[in-house]
């Protein structure tokens, strides 16, 4: 079982873990963000179609929401279709855009239940009508929860967030509301999708696959990554609580020696 935690090197200043306290006792991460890889490989591996991993997979989605809000995690994303899914076939990217309104018209009330608020960033207007009201309807319907935020990366591309932040403070500049000198760091995460959530802590990957497939490119600098060979349909509260201690167990620097 290929189980790792790569730790980013360096990056900004913060404290070291202060004097005394065992590196071992850290929080559980305030933002975990998942990629939910491994459920076509599922359905394979039982002669299945690949639907039948997504379908699977959805399940998995609720069984780790739950136990991470739980386990007082504050916020969790999870990559569910990337801007580049939408060059699978036809069938399959049309039963994708069916899942979010059969997650949320079984699961709702339970999400609704356990004080859960349902989120979500990527490009929103070009999903397809029904998505977009199963999507809208569980925002509005859980906009008053201040528990766990579920925050659904859809329609989602990085580096298409970071053009259209460009593109936003560009605009400012050329209405002179802001100053090419004053752009710096803090200016380009604000005009990011994820603005108003913390940068995640620990990023988690299924199925072996070792890479961030344009995901969060900028708001992971820091991130903690940790890479399983478990499939997503595979993946349960077990095998989160296990990324969760491999997080804690480590002596997390933000840059220093
Ligand atoms: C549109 C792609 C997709 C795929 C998908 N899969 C398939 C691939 C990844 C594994 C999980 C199951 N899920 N699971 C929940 C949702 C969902 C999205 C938004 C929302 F508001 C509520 C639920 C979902 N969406």
Redesign the pocket.
């Known amino acids: 079982m290929l189980d790792k935690l790569i730790r980013k090197k360096g990056g900004r200043e913060a404290a070291e873990t202060p004097e005394g306290q065992n590196p071992g006792t850290r929080e559980v991460p305030e933002h975990i963000a998942i990629i939910?890889d491994g459920?076509g490989r599922w359905a394979k591996k039982r002669a299945l179609p690949r639907i039948a991993g997504?379908h699977e997979?959805?399940k998995?989605?609720r069984k780790i929401t739950r136990e991470a809000n739980l386990l007082g995690v504050k916020v969790l994303t999870l990559y569910?279709?990337s801007t580049e899914n939408w060059k699978r076939p036809k069938p399959e990217v049309e039963f994708?855009?069916k899942?979010?309104d059969e997650?949320?018209g079984t699961y709702l009330p339970e999400l609704i239940e356990q004080n859960v608020r349902?989120e979500?960033i990527g490009d929103y207007e070009s999903l397809p009508p029904h998505?977009k009201r199963?999507?809208r309807r569980?925002m509005d319907e859980t906009a008053e929860n201040d528990g766990l935020i579920l925050n659904?990366a859809?329609n989602y591309g990085s580096r298409a967030e970071l053009a259209d932040a460009v593109k936003s403070i560009a605009r400012s500049v050329d209405e002179g509301k802001v100053r090419p000198e004053e752009i710096d760091e803090r200016m380009i995460s604000a005009a990011l999708m994820t603005a108003h959530l913390p940068e995640p802590d620990l990023l988690i990957r299924t199925s072996g696959e070792v890479r961030l497939s344009n995901f969060m490119l900028w708001q992971l600098a820091y991130t903690e990554f940790w890479f399983t060979d478990t499939l997503?349909p595979d993946f349960d509260e077990a095998a989160l609580r296990e990324a969760i201690d491999g997080y804690q167990a480590r002596n997390r620097r933000y840059g220093g020696i």
């Open positions: 939910m459920n997504h997979g959805m998995t989605v569910a279709f994708l855009m899942l979010p997650f949320l349902v979500m998505t199963a999507i569980a659904f859809m997503w």
